[in-house]
């Protein structure tokens, strides 16, 4: 198994990079977003990759962290939702989008990537929405690479994806909640609420989760 690519961009596509590891090239498939983040040509990068295996084809999938990779993981186990299908789930909310929209169970919002209609979305809420606070809590674990890990093969980290320090203040804030006795679903649905509404940062996250989670009336 290929889990991670550190190496030099030799060319970029609409959807893929071909990636030259000390003279071997591997062509990843990558959603849009990460192919924005990716630098140019020459450049370093290093992803996290998923490698699927068919009887008749090897395909290499890249992620800027093991959150993004964990989902993609965790999109393609739904029925009827393919790699190209994932990566345009990633691609049109990226992972913290994605984790927000499935512990709110916002459907609409999985739907909005192209080629996924409102069935095959209903369905990725349905089956991964328990799965949604374990994720949520890896926070920017599994982040870019840092500088010199990978000795001369590359040199400059992959530029942070911007959501990872908002990923980082909602996992802590999810671990709090749990602590106080709130179950994983509904601190989860809580967080990702409080994010969507513009709280930021774990205190800020824990405090408006709470008034989400107290009794009403």
């Given at each position: 198994m290929i889990g991670k690519i550190a190496?030099?961009?030799?060319?970029?596509?609409?959807?893929?990079?071909?990636?030259?590891?000390?003279?071997?090239?591997?062509?990843?498939?990558?959603?849009?977003?990460?192919?924005?983040?990716?630098?140019?040509?020459?450049?370093?990068?290093?992803?996290?990759?998923?490698?699927?295996?068919?009887?008749?084809?090897?395909?290499?999938?890249?992620?800027?962290?093991?959150?993004?990779?964990?989902?993609?993981?965790?999109?393609?186990?739904?029925q009827g939702v393919g790699a190209k299908a994932?990566?345009?789930?990633?691609g049109a909310l990226g992972p913290d989008g994605v984790s927000r929209a499935i512990a709110l169970?916002?459907?609409?919002?999985?739907?909005?990537?192209?080629?996924?209609?409102?069935?095959?979305?209903?369905?990725?809420?349905?089956?991964?929405?328990?799965?949604?606070?374990?994720?949520?809590?890896?926070?920017?674990?599994?982040?870019?690479?840092?500088?010199?890990?990978?000795?001369?093969?590359i040199e400059p980290a992959v530029p942070a994806a911007p959501a990872t320090a908002a990923g980082s203040g909602q996992a802590a804030a999810l671990s709090a909640l749990q602590n106080l006795g709130y179950g994983p679903s509904e601190a989860a649905s809580a967080v990702a609420e409080a994010a969507g509404a513009g709280a930021d940062g774990e205190a800020d996250l824990i405090r408006a989760a709470l008034k989400l989670l107290a009794p009403k009336g």
């Open positions: 190496g030099r961009i030799d060319y970029r596509a609409t959807d893929h990079v071909l990636i030259d590891v000390r003279g071997v090239g591997y062509l990843v498939y990558c959603s849009e977003r990460t192919m924005a983040a990716l630098p140019g040509n020459g450049e370093a990068v290093a992803l996290y990759t998923e490698l699927l295996v068919r009887e008749d084809n090897l395909q290499l999938f890249g992620f800027l962290s093991l959150v993004e990779k964990e989902w993609h993981r965790l999109l393609i186990s739904v994932s990566l345009a789930i990633l169970g916002d459907h609409g919002a999985v739907a909005t990537a192209k080629g996924v209609g409102p069935k095959i979305a209903q369905r990725v809420i349905a089956e991964l929405k328990d799965k949604a606070p374990a994720v949520m809590a890896m926070g920017n674990v599994g982040g870019p690479v840092p500088d010199g890990a990978a000795e001369d093969v």
